[in-house]
């Protein structure tokens, strides 16, 4: 991934940990976006934090209202998706992804699946098409901040990684497919290290030593 720096970005920041100061998926994302604000100032970052407001599960009463056209909703109808409607907007409003991710049980953890799930809808963020299905955002990218207790890059491990690829997946549905995953892991201690340098790589910052 090579983000240019010539206009003003808009960031979408989440986080999905159900730890606080403990969270090194926090701690990572906290460090990109801060990085990142202190080489672009002027740029605007949207905060979610889906662990203190998980995102609620689908229902059949949101299936029921996703299914209806949006002119023959009900009032009761728009409220079951107005939160669905706002994750949708925070998307495409958005220039740029900076999602901190857990990995829990080899997945993504329960609030990011449903958050998937909300966001996902015929008409606004992909479209069915004959012959498949075609994304309705882009030119937009997203950098994922992961932390886990295993190591994923380990050869034991790597085949239970389901994490990554189902991200990529569910970005790459509605359009966003230039993604970096950026990993740590309290296994590997050097994973932190390369981690902090990628995310500086990233945001274009130099450090004092380094420059």
Not at 126 to 149: C, I, Q, W
């Amino acid at each position: 991934m090579t983000i240019e720096h010539h206009t003003a970005i808009r960031l979408l920041h989440i986080d999905t940990s159900p730890q606080r100061e403990a969270s090194i998926s926090r701690l990572l994302s906290r460090r990109f976006v801060d990085t990142w604000l202190s080489v672009r100032p002027g740029d605007v970052v949207t905060y979610r934090d889906y662990a203190l407001a998980p995102p609620p599960q689908v229902t059949s009463e949101w299936v029921a209202a996703d299914a209806t056209d949006a002119t023959a909703r009900t009032p009761e109808q728009h409220e079951v998706l107005h939160l669905s409607d706002g994750y949708i907007r925070d998307l495409v409003d958005a220039d740029l992804l900076v999602l901190g991710a857990p990995v829990h049980n080899w997945t993504v953890p329960a609030n990011l699946k449903a958050w998937i799930d909300q966001f996902t809808r015929e008409g606004l963020t992909f479209e069915t098409l004959g012959d498949g299905y075609r994304p309705l955002l882009a030119d937009k990218r997203a950098v994922v901040l992961r932390a886990s207790t295993s190591d994923l890059s380990d050869p034991r491990w790597r085949p239970l990684d389901h994490h990554a690829p189902y991200i990529r997946t569910a970005l790459e549905f509605v359009g966003i497919d230039d993604i970096e995953v950026i990993s740590a892991s309290t296994e590997a201690r050097a994973s932190m290290d390369q981690a902090l340098k990628r995310i500086d790589q990233l945001t274009g910052y130099v450090t004092a030593d380094a420059a």
